[in-house]
């Protein structure tokens, strides 16, 4: 396969992480009860119904705060855009729990920068607009929220400077490497296609 086969199906891969990262996104937003009616919650939802749709059928509606739906369809899409883009570039078919680890690992990746980038609008956000009320400010303190919550509890804010998000950049940063960084080498070839 020449250069512009590659390009392109490099390409195609990131077009399929981007969307596997708005999955991401619609499970974590409903994971933290986010305000379902928030106009970027309601344009997340439409844009990844198509793919989660067939997954509610028998998976069900949302029960509780876990989306199974959505975290099944990301998983199965991911899978076979593995297998798909390996068959292309002419490498073959990886075995099948190779080509599960990756999917997984794309999901924990997804998840990993969702808080990553989050993290970093809210702590841009309390020093430009501390009581902002636009809906994506909103949407990305309570998507936070609740992986900040337990961290203020045994580290309080000292006066006006809250450590906490220092605390959890270094906790994810030791996921990121420790678990996807294991779950990425041991998804062979199929680990190559994890990452944005």
């Known amino acids: 396969m020449g250069q512009m086969g590659n390009a392109g ?7 399929i992480n981007i969307y596997l990262f708005l999955m991401m996104l619609r499970f974590l937003l409903q994971a933290s009860q986010a305000d379902y009616y928030n106009p970027i919650s309601q344009s997340v939802v439409k844009i990844t119904q198509p793919v989660v749709r067939p997954f509610q059928g028998f998976l069900g509606p949302v029960m509780g705060r876990f989306d ?12 076979v855009s593995i297998v798909a ?9 990886p075995p099948i729990t ?13 998840i990993l920068k969702i ?3 989050a993290l970093i609008v809210m702590i841009i956000l309390s020093w430009v607009a501390p009581n ?15 992986i900040m919550a337990p961290v203020r509890k045994v580290i309080p804010p000292l006066g006006m400077i809250d450590l906490s998000p220092i605390v959890v950049f270094i906790a994810i940063s030791i ?3 420790i678990v996807v960084g ?8 199929a680990g190559a296609l994890v990452g944005l």
């Open 9 to 15: 199906l490099l390409l195609v891969n990131t077009l």
């Open 68 to 79: 199974m739906a959505t975290l099944a369809a990301a998983f199965v899409l991911k899978a």
């Open 85 to 93: 883009i390996l068959q292309i570039a002419g490498i073959g078919m």
């Open 98 to 110: 190779q080509v599960a680890i990756g999917a997984i690992a794309a999901i924990a990746n997804a």
């Open 115 to 117: 808080y990553f980038f």
């Open 132 to 146: 902002a009320s636009h809906p994506g400010a909103l949407l990305v303190m309570q998507l936070v929220e609740p």
């Open 175 to 177: 996921v990121d490497g």
């Open 182 to 189: 294991a779950l990425t080498r041991a998804a062979g070839i």
